[in-house]
Every structure is written in structure tokens, then in C-alpha cells.
């Protein structure tokens, strides 16, 4: 079964930094970046990009390097960014929300680093023997003697332009690669499908480490509009909804759960801001339709909401869905919708043969957002990109391990994680499909159930819940639960906790639940 995504010509050379600088050239003037009080235009953008740019290229690091960016959202982190894109080389976030032991942990992992690019606060958190770190202020007077325009680098839609770090299998992280054809593909999509102009303007609110965080930073300046940045390293949503309310923002990028806390925050306060959006573009975890469906249903709400799938394997989005389309009496689970322009989904079984119509499979994505792969992979996750033949021609795919299926309308589903699914008790389970359960009993706001060993070594089911109000308790909880889930899939524990942790990306934070599970267990050996 294949889902085939609009096929739309691309220029012969696809490469996102030269939209930004024709912008840079027809709208000078124009704000392209936003921050602490702060704002550049298009032009001067460009200038301190470009001697960026040619100071990489002094140094030699230029086409096929990689430099590493470990900077707080600003002016300089955009300076940076394109700066590297310019000189013909690939940018490497270094998320500075994330701890320094993990920052260490991760520069290990990116083979022939050039350099990194820090500021006084972050530094220290990336001190390598190995690798020269530099402050672009501390080169501001040797910066300002360089040239002023692009250097001449013949940067072509094959080559890297970032890669970010994702989890793998074995526990070490991964760094996958994206080329600028398929970065350019997904901001092109972008921007004729919904129609963003000059007058998008985008406030990033996920952490600069999320593969969603880049194309959230970049398409803005690919469409010619202005990009806002939070003044915080971490996602702060009293901060982010008043930039919202303040400033004439058309479009947010972020994960659900970062939706939720904006659409608590708007509700909680009668505000309008997030109603007022052009476009709310969101994904990257099970949607949770009841969180928002109030508000989505408030009377004069023009904002459009499109839940989105991807992987940052292959340039973050590859299907994308209008939830106002969704019918939750007729679908159990919200669809992500049909691909982006050239970019096609894959059903597969086991053996990498077609499914049949409805049937569920693995989902596989081809196309021109397929990455490069892991540049420090050795591993069998190198195995996920592979090669097929369709209709006698061969084609280069991306394993996702999720397993989905089509609508009658030929959208995609997507039912959850192959390797997510855990044995309790003989059963094989999926906890996503108690997580749904849970979140359509009254009084639950939210729900999380991650899996814990018992002392007896077996996987047992541990339930969080977000009460709407009062604390539920846990007989309560259960009695319902087993109302519309067999009793193989009720949790053994329930805790109420007043609101699920996020990761710096904005997801829900799993590796903080199973410690406060371990936690909970070692300090009361009882059920919550």
C-alpha cells in the first residue's frame, strides 16, 4: 500500500539559505528576526551571516563540515545558522536546555566536529579538548573587517545542512543527517499548501535540539517574514502566549504537548491569541483530541490546526491532517493526513511487501525528505534506511518502526510504536491505547502509563493521571477503566500528579515518569 504524495518541481539547485538571501535582496528592510527587544532586518541579517561565513571558510571549514551551535535563542544562534549554511557546511544543535553531562555525551558522537559556536553562558558546557570553541561577540571587530557578501560556494541540494541527535535503539544517540533538497522540499510544501507569505510570522517555542525546532526556525525567513524568539532557555508559556498576544505572530510549530499548555493558558485566562493564529502546526506524540477540543470548538476560533507526522530522519513532517476534519465518533484515533509534495508512504510488512487496504503495516517513508542517514552509525538502526523496488524502479526508504494504516479517505493513521508494544501477562500490549482510554473518563485532564519491573522481573503497567479537579482515586479509576479495556490492559497502579513532565523538546517526559515509578515503589511498596 502506498500513499502518494503531490509531485512538484524543485529549482536544480534546492538550497534553503538562497530563499533567505533573494528575500534579503527584494525586502531589505524588512524584519527577519525578533528577540529580547531586538530586531534586525533581512539586510543586516544577511551581512553578519555572510562574514560568518567567510570566516568558516578562512578556517577551511566549509563545504561538508560540520559546525556545532550551542547557543541560547537569538539574533547570533539565526547569525550562526545561516552562516554555516552559507559556507557550504552543516549546523549541529547542541540544545543548551539539555544538562552538560549530556552535552558531553553527544559531542562524542559527531564524527570530525570543526568547531562549536557558544556565548559566555553556554561555553563551559561544551569545553572540549578536541574541538575549538568561539564567541561570535568576542569576534565582533574581526567579524566586521570581512566581507560583506556571500562567498562564492557552489552548496547543492545534496549536501548536509544539519543534523540533529535522536534516540536510538541501543541507548546511544543518534546523529541523522538532512540534506538541503529535502529541507527546501518541506518549507516549498510549506508554503504553497497553506499559503504562508511575508506576513507568516513564527514564534519558535520548542527547544533548539527538536527536529521540529528547525524547520520552525527556518521557514519564517524562507517565506520572507519575521522570526520571533523567546527570551528563555526553556519553554516558558506565560512568557510565550504574552509574545503571542503582543505581536501580529500567524503561525507556532510545536509538539502536543506544548499545545496543550498553550490552549490551558488561553482558556485559564479568556485570551485569544492562539484562536487568532493562522496555523497552529503541531505533532510528535500521540494526539490527546479531548485536551483541546473545547477550545477548538470555541465560537470564533479561525485558527487551523494540522496535526503532523514525521521523523527527523526525514525532514521532520512528511503527512499532514486539518483537524477540523476529524469525526471522533467515527475515528478512534485523529489521522495525520496524506504526504507532503514529493513524498511517498510506504505500508510494509515484515518482508518489506505492500499491505493490503486497511490493513495495518510498518510505516516506510520515500521520497525527497529522506535523509542522509546516521553520520555515527555503525550499527543495525544504518539498516532502517534501505532500498526497494516499485514498479520496477528502486527506491530509497526510511524504516520508521511506527505502525499505521489508511483511512477510506486515504489518510494516514498512525496506531503507535512496533517495538512499544510490551507483554503483560502474556498479552502483548500497546500503553498509547490506555493512555486513549484513560483520557475519555470525566475528570481526567491527562494521562501517561509507562511499564516498570516488578521485583519478580515481570513488566507491570503503572498509570499517572492529571485530575480535571478533585484527586481520583485509584478503585475509582480502575472500575471505569475496566467498563471499555479488558482487565489484561487496567493498570496494577494508579497516582494523580498535577501535571505531566516535559522534556526541553516538549514531549512527555517517559525516562522522568519510570524514575518517579522506581521512586514511588522503593518509598511505599503499596499501590497509589
Known amino acids: 500500500m502506498i500513499l502518494q504524495g503531490k509531485r512538484v518541481a524543485l529549482p536544480s539547485a534546492p538550497v534553503v539559505h538562497k530563499q533567505f538571501e533573494a528575500h534579503a535582496e527584494t525586502t531589505p528592510d524588512a524584519v527577519a ?47 550562526a545558522v545561516l552562516g554555516t549554511l552559507k559556507a557550504g557546511a552543516a549546523y549541529v544543535p547542541f540544545d543548551p536546555a539539555y544538562p552538560a553531562a549530556r552535552l558531553q555525551l553527544l559531542l562524542g558522537q559527531v564524527p570530525d566536529l570543526a568547531l562549536i559556536v557558544a556565548s559566555p553562558a553556554t561555553a563551559g558546557m561544551v569545553e572540549s579538548a578536541a574541538v575549538e570553541v568561539i564567541d561570535l561577540e568576542q569576534l565582533t571587530d574581526h567579524l566586521a573587517g570581512l566581507p560583506a557578501t556571500s562567498p562564492d560556494v557552489p552548496v547543492t541540494g545534496d549536501d548536509v545542512c544539519y543534523a540533529v541527535f535522536t534516540s ?118 500521540p494526539l490527546k483530541v479531548e485536551r483541546i477540543a473545547e477550545w477548538a470548538r470555541r465560537e470564533g476560533n479561525t485558527c487551523t490546526l494540522l496535526h503532523q507526522y514525521g521523523v527527523a530522519e526525514c525532514t521532520d513532517v512528511a503527512t499532514s491532517y486539518d483537524l477540523a476534519g ?86 494516514l493513521v498512525v496506531a ?41 522481573g515481570e513488566a507491570e503497567l503503572f498509570a499517572f493521571i492529571v485530575p480535571s479537579g478533585a484527586d481520583l482515586t485509584e478503585d475509582d479509576v480502575r472500575t471505569r477503566l475496566l467498563r471499555t479495556l479488558p482487565r489484561n490492559m487496567v493498570p496494577a497502579r494508579f497516582t494523580n500528579i498535577p501535571r505531566l513532565p516535559l522534556s526541553p523538546h516538549g514531549k512527555v517526559d517517559r525516562a522522568a515518569l519510570v524514575e518517579s515509578c522506581r521512586n514511588h515503589c522503593a518509598n511505599s511498596g503499596t499501590a497509589a
Not at 516558558?236 to 502536543?256: G, K, W
Open 326 to 411: 476529524y469525526r471522533p465518533g467515527e475515528q478512534d484515533i485523529a489521522p495525520v493526513g496524506k504526504p507532503a509534495y514529493n513524498t511517498d508512504i510506504h505500508l510494509l510488512d515484515e518482508r518489506l511487501r505492500g499491505v493490503g487496504a486497511g490493513e495495518y503495516g510498518e510505516i516506510c517513508i520515500s521520497g525527497a525528505g529522506v535523509g542522509a542517514g546516521y553520520l555515527n552509525g555503525k550499527g543495525p538502526e544504518n539498516e532502517k534506511f534501505t532500498t526497494i523496488v516499485v514498479d520496477g524502479e528502486p527506491r530509497r526508504l526510511y524504516r520508521t518502526g511506527d505502525r499505521g494504516r489508511l483511512t477510506e479517505a486515504g489518510e
Open 168 to 285: 536510538g535503539s541501543t541507548g546511544t544517540p543518534k546523529l541523522t543527517a538532512v540534506r538541503h533538497e529535502g529541507w527546501f522540499n518541506l518549507m516549498n510544501w510549506l508554503k504553497v499548501e497553506y499559503g504562508l507569505h511575508s506576513g507568516s510570522h513564527n514564534l519558535v517555542v520548542s527547544a533548539f535540539g527538536f527536529d521540529l525546532s528547525q524547520r520552525a526556525l527556518m521557514t519564517p525567513l524562507f517565506c520572507g517574514a519575521t522570526q520571533y524568539l523567546l527570551a528563555s532557555r526553556n519553554f516558558d508559556a506565560m512568557m510565550a502566549y504574552r509574545v503571542l498576544t503582543e505581536n501580529e505572530i500567524r503561525v507556532v510549530h510545536c509538539a502536543s504537548s506544548t499545545l496543550y499548555l498553550l490552549v490551558d493558558w488561553e482558556k485559564a485566562r479568556g485570551g485569544d491569541a492562539l484562536t487568532r493564529l493562522d496555523y497552529m502546526l503541531f505533532g510528535g506524540e
Open 416 to 456: 503507535g510504536r512496533m517495538d512499544a508494544q510490551v507483554k503483560v501477562r502474556g498479552m502483548r500490549i500497546d500503553p498509547t491505547d490506555i493512555e486513549r482510554a484513560l483520557g475519555r473518563l470525566a475528570g481526567i485532564r491527562e494521562a501517561a502509563v509507562v511499564v516498570t519491573p516488578t521485583d519478580s
Open 33 to 79: 528576526v525578533s528577540w529580547a527587544g531586538k530586531q534586525v532586518t533581512y539586510a543586516e541579517l544577511d551581512v553578519r551571516a555572510n562574514r560568518f561565513a567567510h570566516f568558516l571558510a578562512a578556517r577551511g571549514h566549509g563545504r561538508g563540515a560540520k559546525v556545532g551551535v550551542c547557543l541560547d535563542y537569538s539574533i547570533d544562534m539565526l547569525v
